[in-house]
């Protein structure tokens, strides 16, 4: 997530002193089905970052589960599944300089999706 | 080194190729998944992917055909200004369960827009090395044009390259123009 908003700020620095403002528009999409959980796509994530394969071992798929069901019920927040953003560069004329869409797809650890 | 220099040519040409199409509105959704794709192969898994359409071309009012138009026009191939090899990195946590052996490769290369500003100039900086999927970009850092400084390509440290290591050799291919950048480049 941090790594596209980096991304989108080099985009409208490359235009400083050209660009004079932008529109920047936001869409969410959510997860539509909130009784699936994606385990292996979560457990996938947790080997990466686990320090070694003991440490990745120590979780079981239902350990798993009961942590992601516990968060669940104790929000009420939906769950996130993708986000796009739009960016239109303006010179100031308001005539339009440069477009620029950034995708953002990642798995939800805390979540589960 | 011959071999992180074609693994970075064919990259630079696949990833222009799916920008290029990423707003042609005469490239369909399929036809362009299969571009992403072959970009997404460079990348290890842990990397966050990037390159998605995210509805790019579909609106069709006179503002954004002309954007869409103008960003074709605009999108360039990056430079590929040098590569550095470098031995016994430090790395995160993460990176250390997927890189195989002790030698990475970063690989300096331009941005893929021409902008306003001199496009001959450095912008990110790809570590590259051997993993069990076979030679795979790890991780990159930005290049800080104002302050010449690299900075990181997120917070998270256990998917960091903390430290480069030892320079063992590099391969000057093409001196950038902007003057930070081109200081960066005879640093070694």
């Known amino acids: 997530m941090l790594d596209k908003e980096y991304e989108m700020r080099d985009f409208v620095k490359e235009y400083e002193g050209q660009a004079d403002h932008f529109n920047m528009s936001a869409e969410v999409s959510y997860v539509e089905d909130e009784s699936i959980v994606e385990l292996e796509a979560i457990k996938a994530k947790l080997r990466e970052v686990a320090k070694d394969d003991e440490e990745t071992e120590m979780i079981s798929d239902a350990e798993l589960l009961q942590s992601i069901q516990a968060k669940l019920r104790a929000t009420n927040q939906k769950r996130v599944k993708g986000m796009k953003y739009e960016i239109i560069l303006f010179d100031n004329d308001n005539e339009p300089l440069e477009i620029g869409v950034f995708e953002i797809e990642e798995i939800d650890l805390l979540l589960g999706t | ?188």
Not at chain 2, 91 to 120: C, H, W
């Open chain 2, 1 to 188: 080194m011959q071999k992180i220099k074609t693994f970075c040519e064919n990259y630079i040409t696949d990833e222009f190729n799916c920008n290029v199409a990423k707003y042609d509105y005469n490239v369909t959704n399929r036809e362009y998944e299969i571009l992403e794709e072959k970009v997404y192969s460079y990348f290890d898994d842990s990397m966050s992917k990037g390159y998605g359409r995210a509805g790019a071309i579909d609106k069709k009012d006179d503002i954004y055909l002309k954007l869409s138009n103008k960003k074709i026009k605009n999108t360039r191939k990056r430079i590929l200004f040098q590569i550095k090899e470098f031995e016994d990195p430090t790395l995160g946590d993460a990176l250390k369960r997927i890189v195989k052996g002790n030698l990475i490769y970063r690989a300096d290369m331009s941005y893929e827009l021409q902008t306003p500003s001199e496009f001959s100039k450095f912008s990110r900086g790809y570590y590259i090395a051997d993993t069990d999927s076979g030679l795979k970009i790890i991780y990159f850092k930005r290049f800080d044009i104002k302050n010449g400084v690299w900075e990181h390509q997120h917070d998270w440290k256990p998917s960091q390259v903390l430290e480069d290591g030892n320079l063992i050799e590099v391969e000057k291919l093409q001196a950038p123009i902007e003057p930070n950048s081109l200081k960066e480049y005879n640093k070694d």
